[in-house]
């Protein structure tokens, strides 16, 4: 147990939708990441915050926006899905920047 | 950027020792160099972490050499529980948008 919880495990839903996915990261953790896995792919960052503040942003679509909360919890939101945005997401927290990551296990997308 | 070149996959028999290279030749001074293992649909663990020289925990040793242009994770005596895909990361602590997750190795551990 990583520490880092994400909610919800599965979602499926359709195309032109939104939908919000949750993480709580682990006790004391300041930074959270997210990251989206397609099948077979590689972790593909996409943004990461810090205290409440955006860090570092990668690769993340414009359809999509994240922040994090003053208790620590980020929500990522992804909107007007498309079947390309069917993937697995993780959250991962850590004290700081770089330090060693801890991952939840992930939201499974299914856009139908 | 500093950018990491891994093998794509590899093979292993039970009891062996493994050793995946990872190649990082523009690394800067203040990169760290971390490896992850992911096994199929959960979220990557934390194996080990280093700057220079050799690093060993309960579960593996990070050997990097002076030039720290590569580094070799070294998993000791593997089982079939150890096949996984291993990432390679290589970044700066406290500047986060040089930290990237690559293709990574896939181990597959044989009986």
């Known amino acids: 147990d990583s520490g880092v919880t994400q909610t919800p495990k599965h979602l499926i839903t359709a195309t032109g939708q939104r939908v919000t996915l949750r993480c709580s990261p682990r006790s004391g953790d300041l930074s959270v990441y997210w990251y989206q896995q397609s099948l077979d792919q590689g972790l593909q960052f996409l943004i990461q915050?810090?205290?409440?503040?955006?860090?570092a942003k990668g690769n993340i679509l414009e359809r999509f926006s994240a922040q994090q909360f003053p208790d620590l919890h980020s929500e990522l939101n992804l909107s007007s899905l498309e079947l390309g945005d069917s993937a697995l997401y993780f959250c991962?927290?850590?004290?700081?920047?770089?330090?060693?990551?801890?991952f939840g296990d992930g939201t499974r997308l299914s856009i139908l | 950027l500093a950018k990491t070149t891994q093998p794509i996959s590899m093979d292993s028999y039970e009891g062996q020792e493994v050793n995946i290279t990872c190649s990082h030749n523009n690394i800067a001074t203040n990169d760290y160099i971390t490896w992850y293992q992911q096994f199929p649909s959960q979220g990557p663990r934390f194996i080990i972490q280093?700057?220079?020289t050799k690093v060993t925990n309960e579960v593996a040793s990070l050997f990097i050499p002076a030039d720290r242009k590569s580094s070799t994770l070294s998993l000791p005596r593997v089982s079939l529980s150890d096949t996984a895909v291993y990432y390679c990361l290589v970044g700066a602590l406290y500047n986060n948008n040089d930290m990237r997750f690559g293709a990574g190795t896939r181990l597959t551990v044989k009986p």
């Open positions: 280093g700057y220079k």
């Open positions: 915050y810090y205290n409440g503040e955006e860090r």
């Open positions: 991962a927290s850590s004290v700081r920047d770089n330090q060693p990551q801890h």
